[in-house]
């Protein structure tokens, strides 16, 4: 038998990615695709993946195939579908399989390749040098000597040479092994509970009789912490309190504490019950470290140990405790809603047979009920015995996701997306790998978990370009590979959206998806949009950010308590700082940007490369004292509502002030709970969130993504403008939504403020078929950088020439290239950067045909061609 393996030390770009390698007579019979192993390479260990197993091999004489050398994990690290996925992620985006497969394993699980020195004769030659003489005694002190630190000791010259010689002389073995594991399960001390059924229940009434009747806690563990929540602190000091055990004297009765409280003994009391009631009702997937129990608890380490010494309490040893993202987070048990006609309609849809044949797009205005839709498929799913995948674009609305989807299925969810720890991923991998959870729920990086039984894919805000990877290879767009997970495993596919993509749009018309459609919004109308004119602003006198309009919504939605949401998308005070009297402009040294202006910290900051500079007094250039500040950005807006409503309580959302996964939960979680009045953000907060309090939506400046140089600009304008109109309006009182725009008849901002989806698509299908844009014809993005500009244009132009000759020899008519030219903002982190469009029906045969050079980034299907 032979193994055919994927191993990412081999040739990233060879014909012939798997390696094939002999099963040795231990190992027959333990071995299956998609298994972990270690293999012989070169004169390295690497690990790499079973692909297939063969009786035969085609591509080399038998005896001159080397044996695998061991089996790593025996339970399969990619089940059969990852791996057919894997192969077309591959062939679509023109990549390496081993790079595809990278997304399919938790960062740190491989372990990567060293070698050792290990003796074999401790007698030396008398021709040994005396550096091999002190490497032999050096080895027989330590054992083993791993080469990279000989390497760290001595050089790299000179360890070269002694390694050389050591070899040679017979007296050394160099042995390849596997590195340590960056990532393993984490052990740690735990207690357990000792006592269990009546023996507890009598321990438990032994401590009760020793406290005052008006103290006797409920069995019900809320009660107890409750309790001793309110208490006064114990002092911590030596304490010959009776042994609290069920063979030890009962506690004596404390006295009442001045104040009224349990005393010394009865807070010793209350604080074992206490702990052990947190013991006891702990779902059995938490486990309690005697630091985590003590602090929970209230005990003393001096109590706890007494607990033990009784035997109440126990600690093992080396138990693995989870690294669990949900640990500290309170989630509430959510039940499932009745579903209007049209819910039940698309729901049924979702659930028929024929839903595997073609992926679903659920068409629902903002309001609509679609989580809805999508928790109540998954629950009929789960009971038929299968598992859902829901896929969310950002962290920003990972939290309310959350909270739904747990709360439906309580102790059953994974969490999968970026802002996880190394750690809390490789955890929540072994879960859905072991099968111990219902659904997995994270960003696109989500797909790629090895989920048995998968039964449904749920794709919500499916327009987000979020879902597009186009920083590294493969290019992918998670709503493409989700499609074809659910062609391979043939299971539904459920793209959610108010504002569905272009491409969506046009393959539900053309029968490629099924189209559902929820046009209602539950329990109020979709809210009243109002466009207000900039030009008639500036021309009545009024240079504010706000509009006389937005001006007095504001002051009627703060003296009714009420809540608002000002959207604005872009950061800082200003952007562009400008010298009026000889034309400077403050630039980033190393991108062809403007510096933008951060009140806050007072610097002046590129949002691209994070250049930080001090504010300018003087310009540098002319020296006179003639800056002024131009553009406006949530900073701005910020400070002139301070000014306009000094007792109104704000609240920014923007990349400054939300950092990480836990920023964007707290800011959320505040403005939910009604900790400020007006929340000024960017495009975070028109993804998807749900706030019934908020009643007023003002977008500040509409126009700022209108002009954009990108085919998809009008597009995602109008989305940006509808998704966050749809935040207002979604609890009891009705909403409002205000457009501050110079351009009022663009036909993005009125559609958009008509809530009129299907017109805009019209129009803009219209266009794109007009142009040749997306859908008609495919997009891929060819990208040079260099520190050089005239190598980079070079570079491009070279690369043209191959791919207009390609495009002649292989008679690709329908296909043409656009450029190269200098990108929209030629510099970026002191690398100039040269582009090319190439545009036809299938770019692969043309993608194929070529050999792209080192430092081109190439961009299948780009959301953006800037």
């Known amino acids: 038998m032979f193994a055919e393996v994927l191993t990412v030390a081999a040739s990233w770009q060879g014909e012939r990615p798997l390696l094939t390698?002999?099963?040795?007579?231990?190992?027959?019979?333990?071995?299956?695709?998609?298994?972990?192993?270690?293999?012989?390479?070169?004169?390295?260990?690497?690990?790499?993946?079973?692909?297939?197993?063969?009786?035969?091999?085609?591509?080399?004489?038998?005896?001159?195939?080397?044996?695998?050398?061991?089996?790593?994990?025996?339970?399969?690290?990619?089940?059969p579908h990852q791996r057919a996925l894997a192969e077309w992620m591959a062939d679509y985006y023109v990549t390496s399989l081993a790079l595809v497969v990278q997304l399919m394993l938790p960062p740190g699980l491989l372990q990567g390749s060293r070698a050792v020195l290990t003796l074999v004769n401790a007698e030396p030659r008398e021709t040994a040098s005396l550096p091999l003489q002190a490497l032999i005694g050096l080895l027989l002190d330590e054992g083993e000597i791993d080469v990279a630190r000989l390497r760290s000791m001595l050089g790299p010259t000179?360890?070269?040479?002694?390694?050389?010689?050591?070899?040679?002389?017979?007296?050394i073995e160099r042995v390849p092994r596997l590195a340590e594991p960056r990532l393993r399960p984490r052990l740690q001390r735990a207690v357990r509970l000792c006592l269990s059924g009546e023996e507890l229940a009598a321990w438990k009434r032994r401590l009760q009789e020793s406290l005052p009747q008006n103290l006797v806690p409920d069995v019900a563990p809320a009660s107890t912490i409750e309790l001793l929540h309110f208490s006064p602190p114990l002092r911590r000091r030596p304490s010959s309190a009776a042994p609290l055990s069920p063979g030890g004297p009962t506690v004596k009765a404390p006295a009442a504490a001045a104040n009224g409280g349990p005393g010394q003994e009865g807070l010793r009391a209350l604080r074992a019950l206490a702990a052990v009631d947190l013991l006891e009702h702990s779902p059995p997937d938490v486990t309690w470290t005697p630091s985590r129990l003590a602090r929970a608890s209230g005990l003393t380490q001096a109590q706890l140990q007494q607990l033990i010494a009784e035997g109440v309490l126990a600690i093992d040893e080396n138990v693995e405790v989870r690294r669990d993202p949900l640990r500290d987070r309170r989630i509430a048990p959510g039940a499932p809603l009745p579903l209007t006609p049209a819910q039940e309609a698309a729901l049924r849809a979702i659930l028929a047979p024929e839903a595997a044949q073609r992926p679903l797009l659920l068409h629902g205005v903002t309001g609509s009920g679609k989580t809805e839709v999508y928790l109540q498929a998954l629950a009929a799913l789960i009971a038929r015995g299968k598992k859902g995948l829901v896929l969310v674009p950002e962290i920003a609305i990972t939290a309310q996701a959350i909270q739904r989807v747990a709360g439906r299925f309580p102790g059953r969810v994974a969490i999968i997306h970026s802002a996880l720890s190394p750690g809390e991923r490789y955890d929540e991998w072994r879960r859905i790998r072991a099968g111990q959870v219902d659904v997995v729920l994270g960003s696109r990086s989500a797909l790629f978990v090895p989920l048995p039984d998968l039964g449904i894919i749920i794709l919500d805000e499916e327009h987000e370009t979020a879902y597009k990877q186009e920083e590294r290879r493969p290019t992918y767009h998670a709503r493409e590979v989700a499609c074809t997970l659910g062609r391979l495993l043939y299971i539904p596919v459920v793209l959610g959206s108010a504002t569905p993509s272009v491409t969506s749009f046009y393959r539900a018309q053309q029968g490629a998806y099924q189209l559902v459609?929820?046009?209602?919004?539950?329990?109020?109308?979709?809210?009243?949009?109002?466009?207000?004119?900039?030009?008639?602003?500036l021309h009545a006198g009024n240079t504010s950010i706000l509009s006389r309009r937005l001006r007095s919504e504001l002051e009627r939605v703060l003296a009714q308590r009420q809540q608002a949401i000002l959207y604005l998308n872009r950061r800082g005070a200003a952007s562009c700082v400008l010298?009026?009297?000889?034309?400077?402009?403050?630039m980033c040294e190393h991108c062809d940007v403007p510096l933008t202006y951060h009140a806050t910290e007072r610097i002046l900051l590129c949002h691209y490369c994070n250049l930080q500079r001090p504010v300018l007094t003087r310009c540098p250039h002319c020296d006179h004292h003639s800056l002024r500040y131009f553009g406006v950005g949530t900073e701005k807006v910020e400070q002139a509502l301070q000014q306009t409503f000094p007792n109104a309580r704000l609240l920014r959302w923007d990349r400054d002030t939300a950092r990480t996964r836990r920023a964007h939960e707290q800011l959320l979680d505040r403005f939910a709970n009604h900790e400020a009045d007006i929340l000024i953000?960017?495009?975070?907060?028109?993804?998807?969130?749900?706030?019934?309090?908020?009643?007023?939506?003002?977008?500040?400046?509409?126009?700022?993504?209108?002009?954009?140089?990108?085919?998809?600009?009008?597009?995602?304008?109008f989305t940006l403008l509808t998704q966050v109109a749809g935040r207002a309006g979604r609890g009891s009182e009705s909403g409002l939504v205000i457009i501050q725009t110079f351009n009022p008849e663009h036909f993005a901002i009125e559609t958009a403020s008509r809530h009129a989806y299907h017109e805009f698509y019209a129009a803009e299908i219209t266009l794109r078929q007009?142009?040749?844009?997306?859908?008609?014809?495919?997009?891929?993005?060819?990208?040079?950088?260099?520190?050089?500009?005239?190598?980079?244009?070079?570079?491009?132009?070279?690369?043209?020439?191959?791919?207009?000759?390609?495009?002649?020899?292989?008679?690709?008519?329908?296909?043409?290239?656009?450029?190269?030219?200098?990108?929209?903002?030629?510099?970026?982190?002191?690398?100039?950067?040269w582009q090319m469009i190439a545009r036809g029906p299938d770019l692969r045969p043309l993608l194929r045909a070529i050999t792209i050079p080192p430092g081109w980034h190439v961009d299948i299907d780009p959301v953006s061609t800037m």
Not at 34 to 40: N, T
Request: hydrophobic share 45%; aromatic share 6%.
């Open 681 to 717: 953000g960017t495009q975070m907060i028109a993804k998807g969130l749900d706030l019934p309090g908020v009643t007023l939506v003002g977008v500040v400046a509409a126009d700022i993504a209108l002009m954009l140089p990108d085919f998809a600009a009008t597009e995602r304008a």
């Open 517 to 537: 459609e929820l046009p209602e919004r539950i329990g109020a109308p979709l809210p009243p949009v109002e466009i207000v004119d900039l030009r008639s602003e």
């Open 21 to 79: 390698y002999q099963i040795p007579g231990e190992l027959a019979g333990q071995l299956q695709p998609g298994q972990l192993v270690a293999v012989p390479y070169g004169e390295r260990l690497v690990e790499g993946i079973i692909w297939q197993l063969a009786e035969s091999c085609e591509h080399s004489a038998p005896e001159a195939l080397r044996p695998l050398h061991a089996l790593l994990d025996p339970q399969p690290v990619l089940l």
């Open 770 to 833: 007009r142009y040749g844009y997306p859908p008609f014809r495919q997009f891929v993005k060819f990208t040079y950088s260099h520190t050089n500009r005239r190598r980079a244009q070079n570079e491009a132009l070279l690369l043209r020439e191959q791919l207009d000759r390609a495009i002649a020899e292989l008679g690709l008519e329908e296909t043409d290239i656009v450029g190269p030219a200098p990108a929209v903002m030629e510099r970026i982190r002191d690398e100039f950067r």
């Open 158 to 171: 000179r360890a070269r040479l002694l390694l050389k010689e050591a070899v040679a002389s017979g007296l």
């Open 579 to 586: 010298c009026r009297e000889c034309g400077y402009v403050a």
